[in-house]
């Protein structure tokens, strides 16, 4: 009851659009099509805890512009802790080109292209024992004066993929998400997110195993602006599992830092 309470008296407070810019480039399962502007970098934590269990997956990611918003290095720290172990999982190295959507623009697309290194333990689960590659097309666009919406396609490819017994095997995945933010406050916005994810893993020698997720998560994010310009954003989400996922739940915590570093 009080987080409602909170959450009305927020929605509450007269808006003031025309001082503050919206949030930007803080979904948390789906991937904004905005890189950094020049000169900030932004710090981003997610953690997922099922509601069930006590499993947990960890991801910390760091955006840098490469001289102006144009292009974008990033890379992402995942970790986990899983049935067999906890630890590191596999580290990717990103670089995203801002096609479209520097400036003004309703529309922005933005293709990532990453490098997934194997610094995670295959035979804790940790990892897939080999190098591999992902590619994501996110596209976004402005569809009014308070809704933006997010698209994401993508996939990976992981050539001579071990399990946790040595066995090896080339091994796929393709997404697909939806994003769909309203802009209840240039402050406070609410999500709904849906993804979509068939994955293989490694079953025996040149063998795989295919298995999809699919989640619809709702969800809300809050920013605090500070006189240093610092922008914190706090989040939470709520996936639900459909269709092959149903019955699974869990929580997203989201926590981004966004900060001039020159």
Same mark, same amino acid.
């Given at each position: 009851?009080?987080?409602?309470?909170?959450?009305?008296?927020?929605?509450?407070?007269?808006?003031?659009?025309?001082?503050?810019?919206?949030?930007?480039?803080? &979904?948390?399962?789906?991937?904004?099509?905005?890189?950094?502007?020049?000169?900030?970098?932004?710090?981003?934590?997610?953690?997922?805890?099922?509601?069930?269990?006590?499993?947990?997956?960890?991801?910390?990611?760091?955006?840098?512009?490469? !001289? &102006?918003?144009?292009?974008?290095?990033?890379?992402?720290? +995942?970790?986990?802790?899983?049935?067999?172990?906890?630890?590191?999982?596999?580290?990717?190295?990103?670089?995203?080109?801002?096609?479209? !959507?520097?400036?003004?623009?309703?529309?922005?697309?933005?293709?990532?292209?990453?490098?997934?290194?194997?610094?995670?333990?295959?035979?804790?689960?940790?990892?897939?024992?080999?190098?591999?590659?992902?590619?994501?097309?996110?596209?976004?666009?402005?569809?009014?004066?308070?809704?933006?919406?997010?698209?994401?396609? !993508?996939? &990976?490819?992981?050539?001579? /993929?071990?399990?946790?017994?040595?066995?090896?095997?080339?091994?796929?995945?393709?997404?697909? *998400?939806?994003?769909?933010?309203?802009?209840?406050?240039?402050?406070?916005?609410?999500?709904?997110?849906?993804?979509?994810?068939?994955?293989? #893993?490694?079953? =025996?020698?040149?063998?795989?195993?295919?298995?999809?997720? /699919?989640?619809? &998560?709702?969800?809300?994010?809050? /920013?605090?602006?500070? +006189?240093? *310009?610092?922008?914190?954003?706090? *989040?939470?989400?709520? +996936?639900? =599992?459909? !269709? #092959?996922?149903?019955?699974?739940?869990?929580?997203?915590?989201?926590?981004?830092?966004?900060?001039?570093?020159?």
């Amino acid at each position: 009851m009080r987080g409602a309470a909170a959450l009305l008296f927020l929605l509450a407070i007269p808006a003031r659009a025309q001082e503050l810019p919206p949030i930007a480039d803080n &979904s948390f399962l789906i991937e904004e099509a905005y890189n950094q502007e020049a000169g900030v970098v932004q710090h981003i934590s997610l953690l997922d805890h099922p509601r069930h269990g006590s499993d947990w997956s960890f991801a910390f990611t760091q955006e840098w512009p490469l !001289g &102006s918003q144009r292009h974008q290095l990033s890379f992402t720290l +995942p970790a986990a802790h899983t049935p067999f172990d906890q630890g590191l999982g596999d580290v990717a190295v990103n670089y995203r080109y801002q096609l479209l !959507g520097i400036g003004e623009s309703r529309l922005a697309f933005a293709p990532r292209l990453s490098l997934l290194l194997p610094t995670g333990d295959e035979e804790a689960g940790l990892g897939n024992g080999a190098a591999g590659v992902e590619v994501n097309l996110p596209l976004s666009i402005v569809l009014g004066e308070r809704l933006v919406g997010h698209w994401n396609l !993508g996939g &990976s490819y992981t050539p001579s /993929a071990q399990e946790m017994f040595g066995a090896e095997a080339d091994v796929d995945g393709v997404f697909l *998400g939806q994003g769909l933010i309203w802009l209840a406050r240039p402050r406070l916005n609410v999500l709904l997110e849906a993804i979509w994810e068939r994955t293989e #893993t490694v079953a =025996g020698p040149d063998l795989t195993f295919r298995e999809e997720s /699919a989640f619809v &998560s709702p969800g809300v994010r809050v /920013a605090q602006d500070l +006189p240093s *310009g610092l922008q914190i954003v706090y *989040g939470l989400g709520v +996936p639900i =599992g459909v !269709g #092959t996922s149903e019955g699974e739940r869990s929580v997203l915590l989201y926590l981004s830092f966004e900060h001039p570093f020159r």
